[in-house]
């Protein structure tokens, strides 16, 4: 998966290259515009995954927020 990940990005450059010079063609072209698209995609992938993670965290936050809340609420009963 890397060594493919490798050669799209060379792929990438030569192309960016051959347009930089002039030279146009469908296959540089498309290799030039969808390069972005990709990476947008894998990012966003990365990005689910991190928003998956922060829902959690928060979830976890709000169970131990109310453990606490729970906790010192019994403490200062037991107290009186």
């Given at each position: 998966?890397?060594?493919?990940?490798?050669?799209?990005?060379?792929?990438?450059?030569?192309?960016?290259?051959?347009?930089?010079?002039?030279?146009?063609?469908?296959?540089?072209?498309?290799?030039?515009?969808?390069?972005?698209?990709?990476?947008?995609?894998?990012?966003?992938?990365?990005?689910?995954?991190?928003?998956?993670?922060?829902?959690?965290?928060?979830?976890?936050?709000t169970i131990m927020m109310a453990k606490i809340s729970h906790t010192q609420r019994a403490g200062r009963a037991?107290?009186?």
């Amino acid at each position: 998966m890397q060594a493919e990940r490798d050669e799209k990005e060379m792929q990438f450059k030569r192309d960016e290259k051959e347009m930089q010079a002039g030279r146009y063609n469908i296959q540089n072209v498309k290799s030039f515009v969808c390069k972005p698209v990709t990476k947008l995609r894998e990012n966003m992938r990365v990005m689910g995954g991190l928003s998956e993670l922060l829902h959690k965290l928060l979830v976890l936050k709000t169970i131990m927020m109310a453990k606490i809340s729970h906790t010192q609420r019994a403490g200062r009963a037991s107290l009186t």
